[in-house]
């Protein structure tokens, strides 16, 4: 429309959105206080912060949080302008390097988990500057009044500021969303609110881990806590397979896809395969990493390809690399939370998608032919699988060798002891274990986790002596617990036994 399309006065009104219901519509993005937080974040990162302070102060109903930053801070006039709803328009070019995108993140992600929002900037030979949004103080005038000072009481709250030479702090007060109407001394209310931080702290480590692994480039600090970053993809183990990376064009903008594949978790330490489970475990988390401007939008989703997450995938993940300039084309929300391929590169990204799926796969493809290997040489199996009348049932093995050195005992405690092992086999909880394993796949301890070397050497030493007696040598019976599960975990251990 040219300006002389405008038209007259006469031919149009003026449709203002009402405050009240305006104000109250914005808390219904489908922000949760992980994605919130991030949001105010990528504002800090785009002001230059070198560091984010983050306080969760817990105190019932008058509990609140802060975001302060070193970022370059604000004047006056550009504070009230980014406290306006809507302060940019999604079409204009932005700096490359830019994390916004509708000028709404501010309002919106504080908004969706508090009804009092105070900010208060510095900018460099600038006096700071405070505005503030009260909810209900809007829907009682029913304008949009941005008040010009902190609440009574709050003022503390943002006093740090006062004493740097430019920055920024958010805060959030009233948050019925997060603590309600809770007690000081509700206890249930406070274990929930420190989870709470918890869950913000893993989601921050995830979202901004390649701008925390860099030296000197950004630290987030929860009270007083520095934050660790979380990388999905294993890039220093020696195990991770790094599949070829692909360059895909839209128009003149360039996705970068590079797949990988992680380690089983027998080829990485305990600790790291733990840690690099994710927040979610390690079904949740497999699938594609979308990053814009090296902010993760997307962690561990096949995006709508119409795969599904599978088990023997799970350390299928793969990192894609995205310019600012493509956030229509990839319909990327207001939250920075979703993301979806264009139809240009759908068909690029189920290949690569397959490909990836199919290397991870065959690392267990792998492993099981080299159990069945060993096994078929030197290592009968505990537990065996029968079936009987078209179902499947399990039995211990009486040919295992410790099987047969605890059979061996006087007739009167064999049948003792037959009577034990045939009520276990009775008993296996299998529906327990399906459900147990499709609600929390990734949560069964591996066999002797967190054992004492001492309890793990004592049954292997039972083993080992089984073995000695069934005729094999010192040397042949330690070969044979290497080959076994899971005594292969523990090869020290078993180069002691004899000794």
Sequence with gaps: MTVADKGTENEYDIAEPHAAAMIEALRAFGYNIQTAIADLIDNSISAGAKNVWLTFFWDGSESYVSIRDDGKGMTEVELIDAMRPGSRNPLEKRETDDLGRFGLGLKTASFSQCRRLTVRSRAVSHKSGTRRW?????????????????????????????????????????????????????????????????????????????????????????????IEPWNPFLSQEKATQFLPEENLYIGSDKVVVQPYVL??????????????????????????????????LVAGNWLGLGLKRDEHCKLARIQVDLPNSMDSDWSIDVKKSKARPPLSVRSDFKRIARLTRGKAADIYRHRGKVIARRSSESYIFPWLKKVKHGKLFYSINPEHPLVKEVLSVSKEHREVIRALLRLIEETVPVQQIWLDSAENLDQHSQPFEGVPSKEVREVMMQVYKALIKNGLSSTDARRRLIAMEPFQQFKELIASLGE
């Design 263 to 296: 380690p089983h978790h027998s080829k990485v330490a305990q600790q790291t395969y733990e840690k690099a489970a994710g927040a979610n475990g390690w079904n949740a988390h497999q699938g594609f990493y979308i990053y814009r401007n090296e902010r993760m």
């Design 134 to 226: 009260d909810l209900d103080y809007v829907n009682h005038t029913g304008e949009w009044r941005l008040l010009r000072s902190a609440a009574r009481g709050s003022e503390a709250r943002l006093a740090e500021l006062d004493e740097m030479e430019a920055g920024t702090v958010v805060l959030w007060e009233c948050m019925d969303r997060i603590v309600g109407g809770a007690k000081t001394d509700d206890r249930k209310a406070h274990h929930r609110f420190l989870e709470m931080v918890e869950d913000v702290e893993k989601h921050l480590a995830m979202v901004f881990h390649r701008f925390l692994e860099r030296p000197h480039q950004l630290k987030i600090w929860i009270n007083g806590l520095a």
